[in-house]
């Protein structure tokens, strides 16, 4: 039988612009594509920051310069869904063709239910578009009411709320799809953000974090890996210091002592981490693994990354 595997790229995976992503999804493809190869089901899901950020700041540029529509944040997720996806899966399908293999790769427009109480609409976390000076953040925001942070040393972002995901909507069609052998693309950016409201739902100006999403994804679809792809091979503690040490293997306790020492940072590696402990929490069986991208099927082998695992 096939193992299922979901595949939550970084933004290491895509670009910044849409020429820098049409040259980096042709290695990403690659890399996919060798895991669908070795005979896995595969998931992918991907991040969306400097994205929707882009197409927010354009659209919100055009709406107070030329008098264009106001647009929603939920639609500008949308939209960065679709860009994203139609760049993955034009260039999957190519080197699924050039294989010589006989699948179909599709992009599903995914919602991610969350509560309309959840704390993180009163504490904006989750960065999104570019890096800024402290100057050029603070002339931004006094313009436009935005709220900025620093994030990891790199610079300021904009944050927005980042509430937890409560249910993927399109769960069972992402399934349905999967079991017919359809490489899909899904859950983009997190989801699109959605509240109840009476019997439908509406979307929220928010950015799930795509990690969170992923596990989710993970579990519903009782996924056999879960593996997260990053800008690093290994899980590391004391990052960027003499005494770095990289991980092969990280318990749940050890994994709770170093978030409480405070050795994975907010808008780096913890969401990572607490995605993996999500879904080993509730796949007994199940593997989390985080690593590089190109060292994706070694990681599965046993060789590199470093895996999560449940334990003391």
């Known amino acids: 039988m096939k193992k299922k595997i979901v595949i939550a790229l970084g933004g290491n995976a895509l670009g910044k612009t849409p020429e820098e992503q049409l040259k980096l999804v042709k290695k990403t493809s690659k890399n996919i594509v060798d895991l669908i190869e070795e005979g896995y089901d595969v998931v992918v899901t991907h991040g969306n920051g400097p994205q929707v950020g882009m197409i927010n700041l354009a659209l919100s540029y055009a709406h107070e310069e030329i008098e264009t529509p106001d647009m929603p944040f939920a639609e500008c997720g949308a939209m960065s869904q679709g860009y994203i996806g139609y760049h993955l899966q034009q260039s999957i399908q190519k080197e699924l063709l050039r294989r010589k293999m006989s699948k179909s790769c599709i992009t599903l ?28 953040a603070d002339e931004i925001a006094k313009e436009s009411g935005y709220f900025f942070k620093e994030d990891a040393g790199r610079g300021y972002r904009r944050v927005v709320a980042s509430p937890k995901p409560v249910k993927i909507i399109e769960s069972k069609v992402i399934k349905d799809l999967v079991s017919k052998g359809n490489v899909v693309i899904a859950a983009g950016g997190g989801g699109i953000p959605v509240v109840k409201k009476w019997n439908s739902v509406r979307g929220v100006d928010a950015v799930i974090d795509k990690d969170k999403t992923s596990a989710r994804l993970a579990i519903d679809l009782e996924a056999d890996i879960f593996l997260i792809l990053t800008a690093v091979d290994k899980v590391c503690i004391n990052y960027k210091t003499d005494n770095e040490q990289k991980l092969d293997l990280l318990t749940v306790k050890e ?14 590696m913890l969401p990572k981490i607490e ?15 985080i690593t590089s991208l190109e060292n994706a099927k070694e990681a599965l082998l046993g060789k590199t990354g470093t895996m999560i695992v449940r334990g003391g």
């Open 109 to 136: 427009i995914t919602q991610v239910l969350v509560d309309a109480k959840d704390k993180a609409f009163t504490n904006p976390t989750k960065p999104i578009g570019n890096f800024y000076t402290k100057e050029e």
């Open 255 to 268: 994994a709770k002592k170093y978030m409480a020492d405070g050795e994975f940072k907010e808008g780096s």
């Open 275 to 289: 995605a993996c402990l999500e879904y080993v929490n509730h796949r007994k069986n199940g593997q989390a693994i």
